[in-house]
T-cell receptor, first 116, second 112 residues
């Protein structure tokens, strides 16, 4: 059972464009939704995260939009740059009722390519 | 602070052999996690330590897998009698509180 579904699998955008990656989750107990960026040969690095009490969070060129009723959240990368080319993972976790272990359930990832 | 270190970076082993991976977390982090990532997939949770106590193990962690964190410092993940299906990237992460994970660069295991 895949608890976090991510789309698209791959995405190609032009430099300066907007990259949008979507995720949907099933477990309504999830209460923390991060996005990770992973370059080849490296571990994932936290980009930005949101909790369900807000509908949007922005940090620099990265924005998370969150729709609690639809159980969906998305990552928007504004003014995409070639250096943003990487694999992006959404994830979800349940802090409350999860034993406070903070383990993450990841989506399958989106390979983003930003062309110069 | 040099981040989370994992050793080795790559390991090729023959089916049936035992392998052991090491993770050195950020020194002040008391929480340590192991995840497994296969090609085209996101990382999957394997196990979690708080200090030296192993508090949770995933069903993915069969009897052939064992993890330890003696004295709450570094951790080791051992796979006995490796199978081709064990080929994956094994990621270690540490944190001092909540979700502030720092992942290492992983150990890529290839079982031939």
């Amino acid at each position: 059972q895949q608890q976090v579904k991510q789309s698209p699998q791959s995405l190609i955008v032009q430099k300066g464009g907007i990259s949008i990656i979507n995720c949907a989750y099933e477990n309504t107990a999830f209460d923390y939704f991060p996005w990770y960026q992973q370059f080849p040969g490296k571990g994932p690095a936290l980009l930005i995260a949101i909790r369900p009490d807000v509908s949007e969070k922005k940090e620099g060129r990265f924005t998370i939009s969150f729709n609690k009723s639809a159980k969906q959240f998305s990552l928007h990368i504004m003014d995409s740059q070639p250096g943003d080319s990487a694999t992006y993972f959404c994830a979800a976790s349940m802090e409350k009722g999860g034993g406070s272990n903070y383990k993450l359930t990841f989506g399958k990832g989106t390979l983003l390519t930003v062309n110069p | 602070d040099t981040g989370v270190s994992q050793d080795p970076r790559h390991k090729i082993t023959k089916r049936g052999q035992n392998v052991t991976f090491r993770c050195d977390p950020i020194s002040e982090h008391n929480r340590l996690y192991w995840y497994r990532q296969t090609l085209g997939q996101g990382p999957e949770f394997l196990t979690y330590f708080q200090n030296e106590a192993q508090l949770e193990k995933s069903r993915l962690l069969s009897d052939r897998f064992s993890a330890e964190r003696p004295k709450g410092s570094f951790s080791t993940l051992e796979i006995q009698r490796t199978e081709q299906g064990d080929s994956a990237m094994y990621l270690c992460a540490s944190s001092s509180r909540g979700y502030g994970y720092t992942f290492g660069s992983g150990t890529r295991l290839t079982v031939v």
